[in-house]
């Protein structure tokens, strides 16, 4: 597991969502949303969609 604050200068903020629906963005990219799935991910999938992002996948 990476440590993502060097990579993320704006900080990380929660905007509160309605239904049940959030999502997972990166400088207003969309990651990941559960709009229609209803699936909740895992904290590691969410890390494997931000290191992907962040070009750090397979780096330990």
Known sequence: MHD???FLAAG???KPGSGGIFAVTL????LYTNDGSGYFPTREEIDRALE???GLAGEA
């Open 4 to 6: 993502y604050h060097p």
């Open 12 to 14: 990380v903020t929660m």
């Open 27 to 30: 400088n207003d990219d969309l």
């Open 52 to 54: 992907t992002r962040l």
